[in-house]
């Protein structure tokens, strides 16, 4: 009864994660329904992970964010592990209890349902493409695909990152044509309805734009999954020529809010996390 009564812990492993808003939406969550939890930061470095996992549930962390670096290193300690997570090969949510420890990965569906209930847009039939084949790419790669779209095109500099990516897809997606581009120009980005910045450019002040404004267009939907700052360069050049645009932090808040319902099993207050994450971005 005394564990019951005491304050459970969740919390974002990473390293670096320093720079999360995650604990502002699910702190903003735990007072709002009055839940007796804190949402910490634990910035681990990769030599004490498996002291860190290994001892969860003696230190009463309840539930964990996983970020980069471990959302597939962690999966040797996990007792189970969901098809989503299996499927992606990652996963971005971890639920303790009864010292068992089950991976989930939220990431995937909460951009799905971001782009499909907020920004109204059915990837079936349609042209995408993306930038990047690394963890999150695949995330939103695999969602993508069972969405039946016409083409799904991928662009990678990790010619075997992006091979594996392009293999894996085709595996699991029917009636889509998969397609490795070699370059940035043989995406067809001005062929395509979505454009997916699934790389980290565009994070700091310094890093190039990507694409070539003359290939965006104003029927284009451009998804950065970068939501700090929250215009990218690419966006600001697709706002430009008249595209719709859209920063990571809708994917942020969705997959936020699936791994808060696996953690407490109740509904979360998803206005109330929007409205924290808004207020932590800065302008």
């Given amino acids: 009864m005394e564990r019951d009564s005491a304050k459970r812990i969740y919390g974002i492993l990473g390293f670096p994660c320093q720079h999360s808003l995650s604990p502002l939406m699910h702190n903003a969550a735990f007072a709002y329904l009055k839940i007796n939890a ?6 681990k470095r990769p030599q004490d992970l498996k002291d860190f996992i290994t001892a969860l549930s003696q230190n009463d962390i309840c539930g964990l964010n996983i970020t980069v670096p471990y959302k597939e290193k962690v999966i040797p300690f996990l007792n189970t592990v969901s098809p989503e997570a299996e499927l992606i090969g990652a996963v971005n949510t971890l639920k303790v209890s009864a010292n068992r420890l089950a991976g989930f990965n939220t990431d995937g569906a909460g951009f799905l349902k971001h782009l499909t209930e907020d920004l109204k847009f059915n990837p079936e039939n349609k042209n995408i493409a993306i930038l990047g084949a690394g963890g999150a790419s695949r995330a939103v790669s ?9 083409s799904i095109s991928i662009y ?3 010619k075997t990152k992006l091979s594996a990516l392009v293999a894996h897809l085709k595996g699991n997606s029917e009636g889509s044509e998969i397609k490795s581009a070699g370059s940035i120009e043989e ?23 990507l694409v070539d404004g003359n ?3 104003s029927d284009l939907l451009v998804y950065d999954l970068i939501y700090n700052p929250k215009e990218t360069k690419l966006l600001k050049s697709a706002k430009e020529k008249g595209a719709r645009i859209s920063n990571g932090l809708g994917m942020l808040l969705y997959q936020g809010v699936l791994a808060f319902e696996i953690w407490t099993g109740q509904s ?7 409205q924290a994450l808004k207020e932590g971005v800065k302008i």
């Fill in 187 to 209: 995406l067809h980005i001005p062929d395509a309805d979505l454009l997916v910045n699934a790389t980290p450019v565009g994070m700091k002040e310094s890093d190039p734009v």
């Fill in 38 to 43: 804190e949402y910490k930061i634990f910035e």
């Fill in 156 to 158: 990678d500099i990790d």
């Fill in 268 to 274: 979360a207050p998803i206005e109330v996390m929007r």
């Fill in 142 to 150: 695999l969602y993508l695909a069972q969405g039946r779209p016409k």
């Fill in 215 to 217: 290939l965006l267009k």
